[in-house]
């Protein structure tokens, strides 16, 4: 079937096939939860999480696959690694643990909103919230499983007016990035897509961003 396609063809069994690709998607959704911990571990005591993830992978290639913290979602990552511990009877204790981590970083990131409010005497309560990208990756219009709409429904339920925006969506409810900007006081990254990069905030907006994409930060693509 493929090989018309001049591509490298690698033969397995039937089984051996499907446990491939469970392996891994399970290994690379692991693999984010893992950065995602040191994420949470990291605002926990607080601390920057990039800066500390910069520092280990400079110069050493030991650490070139070191991920970046961030929304970990998706159509295949989560169910792959779901299915993987259905298959081995629920003994994958990692997949579980990921699922745990990556599951919940829209509620970390709600909670550092309103410890960061709270030192200023506001809260989430009437503020008028931003979700900046609603995809789950990068530079793309996808929106399966996408966990800016889980944090979405947590600001919501904090009693916030949430205004949601993506440069590659239209969707009915939403808005543009401009009317985004101009209209939110509190913002959070939901997807860094690239046309993100160049964005200016007012002085006084709070912006959260988990993936550690530099927008916001002057310097930094």
């Known amino acids: 079937l493929f090989r018309p396609l001049g591509v490298d063809l690698v033969e397995l069994e039937l089984q051996e096939a499907e446990a491939a690709k469970l392996f891994l998607n399970a290994w690379r959704y692991v693999e984010f939860g893992t950065a995602n911990q040191f994420y949470h571990i990291a605002l926990s005591k607080g601390l920057d999480f990039e800066r500390i993830r910069s520092a280990v992978v400079w110069r050493y290639p030991r650490a070139e696959g070191f991920p970046r913290s961030g929304l970990t979602a998706g159509p295949c990552l989560f169910k792959d690694t779901m299915q993987l511990a259905a298959y081995c009877r629920h003994t994958f204790s990692l997949g579980h643990a990921a699922m745990l981590v990556n599951e919940t970083t829209p509620d970390v990131l709600v909670e550092l909103a309103r410890r960061e409010?709270?030192?200023v005497g506001q809260n989430l309560v009437g503020a008028t919230c931003g979700v900046l990208g609603m995809a789950f990756k990068p530079n793309n219009d996808d929106t399966r499983e996408s966990l800016a709409f889980k944090l979405r429904r947590l600001l919501v339920a904090e009693g916030a007016e949430v205004l949601c925006s993506d440069v590659y969506i239209r969707r009915e409810g939403f808005v543009s990035t401009d009317e985004l900007l101009e209209r939110c006081d509190v913002l959070f990254v939901?997807?860094?897509?690239?046309?993100?990069?160049?964005?200016?905030f007012r002085e006084r907006q709070r912006l959260f961003d988990c993936w550690g994409s530099g927008i916001g930060r002057p310097g930094k693509a």
């Open 117 to 119: 409010l709270a030192a």
């Open 190 to 200: 939901g997807c860094p897509h690239r046309e993100y990069r160049g964005l200016t």
